[in-house]
């Protein structure tokens, strides 16, 4: 059993006891009492938050193992606050069949740290030519419901329809990567003035729009679920507003760096702008931050797209995805207090688990149970509510990518996950 003391619920309201009993929340009051075999955590000033899901990491774990394993990526996403990662299947050899997908999922139990779902692929070497094995990765040990070949668009519309059918027969989701190779063939930076001035290749916002557009027909035609990785552009956001309006089962995500930075940094020079999908202008991330807040984005509970990079391959010739750690990405965006800023918002925003178990059971926001994720166990994780500077973790790789070292900080207290398990942070 544990007591958490003095703790305020998503950080409003006044503080209140959390009793948890076996893993799960027995009971939430003020004054709650336990017995002297009790661990009693004194949470004072501190936020309790769900705990958060990612439903977008790359552990690069078979293959890749000097980029990232699954041992320091789970660690660095309990640091961060997450209790689960959905590991992509970019790979070496790529997770496209039951194999492979079972030994992330296995590796994942052994570690502990936190729950790692591994994601299937959609084609067999992410080639884009033959559907994976699917039901067979669905019906593995690791109960694979969510497909991808991230990195890599779908870009043939047939196959495209024929993974909705089949994902819909197993109750799964398809996350697209969507970019029209065709229209992106050397791209290096958004298509506008600024790269035309700076001589960079172009990379249209239709690529991404018109592949979303598509799905988006395909999923309502087939009553499919859609994930949307990486939304970058206005335009796509008025896309999934209309799908969503006429009843389409999908969903989308966006990462910290097209909420805070414009491609207006490419005038550095500095190859960690260089990102996929590449940074965008000041009026898309505008509308970007406006469709997180009314919840056209709003299906993850993280927003890192979590992806490392090794040292050698940041070099200036290459665009490269250098993306943020898991540890930093809710520090950067949320302002716990919930006061008015220009780059921060408040936790309900970014944290508050819409389509996932609500532990706290609001009446406002009553238990929502989706297939991808869900467990009567405790998922918390306490953060005090103010920001400090550290120069602790800056110089890796995974950190660098596209923010400044001037940026905020949040601190984890601790991440707590079920089964006993909890995992220390600063």
């Known amino acids: 059993m544990m007591l958490i003391k003095g703790v305020r619920l998503y950080g409003e309201g006044d503080p209140v006891d959390i009793l948890v009993r076996d893993g799960v929340i027995a009971e939430i009051g003020t004054d709650l009492r336990a017995g002297e075999d009790v ?18 990491t790359h552990l690069r774990e078979p293959g890749r193992e000097d980029t990232e394993t699954i041992a320091s990526g789970s660690a660095a996403a309990a640091l961060g606050g997450y209790t689960a990662v959905f590991a992509m299947a970019n790979t070496d050899p790529v997770a496209d069949n039951a194999v492979i997908v079972e030994h992330v999922w296995r590796r994942g139990r052994e570690v502990g740290l936190v ?29 694979v419901r969510v497909f991808s070949d991230d990195g890599h668009c779908v870009a043939d519309p047939l196959i495209m329809r024929r993974a909705l059918e089949y994902t819909k027969a197993l109750d799964g989701v398809i996350a697209q990567h969507a970019e029209e190779p065709r229209l992106t063939d050397g791209a290096q930076a958004h298509e506008g003035e600024r790269a035309a001035r700076l001589g960079l290749a172009g990379w249209p916002a239709a690529a991404e729009e018109s592949i979303v557009a598509r799905d988006c027909l395909l999923a309502k035609q087939t009553g499919a679920r859609l994930h949307v990785c990486h939304v970058s552009t206005a335009g796509t956001v008025d896309v999934l507003r209309w799908a969503k309006e006429r009843g389409t089962k999908v969903s989308a995500e966006v990462t910290p760096h097209h909420l805070l930075l414009t491609d207006e940094r490419l005038a550095t020079y500095d190859p960690v702008n260089k990102v996929n999908p590449p940074l965008r202008t000041e009026s898309d991330v505008q509308v970007l931050r406006e469709a997180l807040t009314q919840y056209v984005l709003r ?28 540890e930093f990405a809710h520090p950067l965006l949320i302002d716990p207090r919930g006061t008015p800023s220009g780059k921060l918002w ?12 609500d532990p706290f059971g609001r009446p406002d926001h009553p238990e929502q149970v989706a297939p991808l994720y869900s467990q009567p166990v405790i998922e918390l994780c306490l953060r005090i509510p103010t920001y400090v ?4 973790g800056w110089d890796r790789a995974i950190a660098r990518a596209a923010f400044c070292k001037d940026l905020p900080r949040g601190i984890l207290n601790r991440s707590l996950r079920g089964l006993g398990c909890f995992c220390r942070g600063l």
């Open 39 to 56: 661990e009693t955590i004194d949470a004072e000033g501190q936020v309790a938050l769900p705990g958060f899901v990612d439903l977008h």
């Open 115 to 143: 729950d790692v779902h591994p994601v299937g692929a959609v084609t067999v070497g992410l080639r884009g030519e033959k559907l994976a094995e699917l039901g067979t990765m669905a019906r593995s040990q690791a109960g």
């Open 299 to 326: 299906r993850r509970r993280s927003l890192a797209d979590y992806a490392p990079q090794a040292l050698q391959l940041i070099r200036p010739d290459i665009v490269e995805e250098v993306k943020s750690s898991a």
């Open 346 to 357: 408040h936790v309900h925003q970014l944290s508050v688990p819409w389509e996932f178990y």
């Open 389 to 392: 500077l550290t120069a602790g």
